[in-house]
């Protein structure tokens, strides 16, 4: 079966340093993915896309990887701050029906 | 530069009631997108409209809910002889084309609560 999978359980991460989240799928052929940040009683908020053929993509300090191969996506924080405390979301574009497709998210936890 | 706008933000229903959902998307777009969110769950995709068409509706059930996105005016979701498995969080993306690689931008979404 199809599946898109985030970490559930909380990420703890000291400031200042770098926080990883990994999304995994599975039975996908996504033509790109993207990452989210949803805070709590907000609605998503986009933050980048990477497409199949690229590895890597870089938005401040935001960073991005894509390895069709192993089917997972990893998006890092660096120097990482609690205001970027939230719940990042990974979606995919599936090409077999051009549905995009969420995961349930991770909660980050910044410590100061 | 409004965002995308989703009113009210908080709706409570008896059941049976019905629930009629409101999205104002961004300026210049014409593409908007209903999910769903329960507590601990991803975003759900119920319905892609395009200003006056149901383009994609496979992810609505097939009874009680309806989606409309008019000429003029916001996209509506509504939700008749409402039940108490549909309360949850119910979000409103638009997008300015379907570009396969189009972000979409949510509203801050409507929480629906049956008693």
């Known amino acids: ?40 009683g907000r609605g998503p908020v986009f933050l980048l896309l990477i497409r199949e053929n690229e590895k890597e993509k870089r938005k401040e300090r935001l960073k991005v990887t894509f390895d069709t191969t192993l089917k997972q996506s990893l998006f890092h924080i660096t120097a990482s701050q609690p205001a970027d405390s939230a719940t990042y979301l990974c979606a995919l574009l599936s090409n077999r029906d051009d549905k995009i497709i969420f995961g349930k998210g991770t ?6 | ?50 200003k006056e068409n149901i383009i994609d ?14 000429k ?3 996209s509506i979701l509504r939700i008749q002889q409402v039940v108490r498995g549909d309360s949850a969080a119910y979000f409103c993306a638009s997008s300015s ?3 396969r690689d189009q972000p979409q931008h949510f509203g801050d979404g409507t929480r629906l609560s049956i008693l």
Not at chain 1, 17 to 30: D, E, F, G, M, V
Not at chain 2, 57 to 70: C, D, I, N, V
């Open chain 1, 107 to 112: 909660r980050l936890h910044i410590l100061p």
């Open chain 2, 57 to 70: 509706e496979s992810g609505m059930p097939k009874e009680r809910f309806s989606a409309e996105f008019p």
């Open chain 1, 1 to 40: 079966s199809q599946k898109i999978e985030q970490n559930s359980e909380a990420l703890n991460i000291q400031e200042g340093k770098t926080a990883t989240l990994t999304c995994n799928y599975t039975n996908y052929s996504p033509a790109y993915l993207q990452w989210y940040r949803q805070d709590p």
């Open chain 2, 97 to 99: 084309d379907r570009g």
């Open chain 2, 72 to 74: 003029e005016g916001p």
């Open chain 2, 1 to 50: 530069n409004a965002g995308v706008m989703q009113n009210p933000r908080h709706l409570v229903r008896r059941r049976g009631q019905e629930a009629r959902l409101r999205c104002s998307p961004m300026k210049g777009h014409s593409h908007v997108y209903w999910y769903r969110q329960l507590p601990e769950e991803g975003l759900k995709f119920m319905v892609y409209l395009q």
